[in-house]
């Protein structure tokens, strides 16, 4: 017995309309492969995003970590890419926002676009390592606004709207239980984006997100992917999606805990200050 398909939900891409005919390539050649970002280009992409990184936080530490971590992160997209045929991938800076992982085609399913999705997320906590035992061996805790910022920049991206992570990982899960799911998580995560965006002044994030949350329910109803997920595989997917989301808030959590005599709530207030979030 198969399961039956299920509709398709509201940020999906149009299917593509067919291979690309002979004549529409150089002497019947196949397009070339993706060569990747110019070496000079991502090196200003970096410094430009450093440099928002900066007069935001106001701190090289968390320059340093959310580069380093954001790298860290988007190989992990690479490696999975890689691992379930769609590459060579290829990893691309954007300046002032932030990275992307580019593979040379689509996954086979929406299964490995899962494993995809949350193989940034759960790689990139490996980007905290360096910064915690720096902070065990100095006692400094700048070092430890690194590990929560690496943390939080993971956990963000589990959130289910485009083009962020937790949309390609928990986007199918919700369409395969109905499509209206994908629709409430969508305009709740906009209302929240927005929100945020008005109450700490982070209008530039804010702003790409909900262009990009504009742009994908304007695409249609069709999924890029090919075999939709099974009702196994959408269980295995909430259940990696929660895991990858409890390692980030563990992480962040560990990193705040230290930071100040009033506990949770203290070390939070501390790392949110250090970070540009709150005041």
């Known amino acids: 017995m198969t399961d039956a398909p299920r509709r398709p939900g509201p940020w999906d891409p149009k299917p593509d309309a067919g291979p690309v005919p002979q004549a529409a390539t150089s002497a019947g050649r196949q397009p070339e492969a993706d060569k990747g970002q110019s070496l000079p280009w991502a090196l200003l992409s970096t410094l430009?995003?450093?440099?928002?990184?900066w007069?935001?936080?106001?701190?090289?530490?968390?320059?340093?970590?959310?580069?380093?971590?954001?790298?860290?992160?988007?190989?992990?997209?690479?490696?999975?890419m890689n691992r379930l045929g769609m590459g060579p991938a290829k990893i691309y800076i954007i300046p002032f926002l932030g990275g992307l992982a580019k593979a040379q085609r689509n996954p086979k399913s929406e299964w490995d676009g899962v494993l995809v999705s949350l193989a940034g997320p759960a790689f990139g906590l490996l980007a905290a390592a360096p910064f915690f035992g720096l902070w065990q061996i100095t006692g400094q805790a700048a070092w430890l606004d690194g590990v929560f910022a690496i943390a939080m920049i993971n956990l963000i991206n589990l959130a289910p709207a485009p083009p962020?992570?937790?949309?390609?990982?928990?986007?199918p899960v919700l369409a395969r239980i109905h499509p209206t799911l994908e629709w409430a998580a969508l305009l709740a995560t906009g209302a929240a984006v927005v929100w945020w965006g008005l109450t700490n002044g982070s209008f530039l994030f804010a702003a790409f997100l909900g262009i990009a949350l504009i742009g994908h329910l304007r695409r249609g109803k069709w999924r890029p992917y090919g075999r939709p997920l099974t009702w196994g595989e959408a269980g295995m997917s909430a259940l990696l999606f929660l895991a990858v989301a409890a390692a980030c808030a563990a992480v962040a959590v560990g990193a705040i805990l230290p930071m100040g005599d009033a506990g949770l709530i203290g070390g939070m207030g501390q790392a949110g200050r250090a970070l540009g979030v709150v005041q």
């Open 48 to 53: 430009l995003l450093g440099g928002l990184i």
């Open 55 to 80: 007069w935001l936080t106001g701190s090289w530490v968390i320059v340093v970590a959310l580069i380093f971590g954001l790298l860290v992160h988007e190989y992990g997209h690479v490696l999975a």
């Open 164 to 171: 962020l992570d937790g949309s390609k990982a928990l986007g």
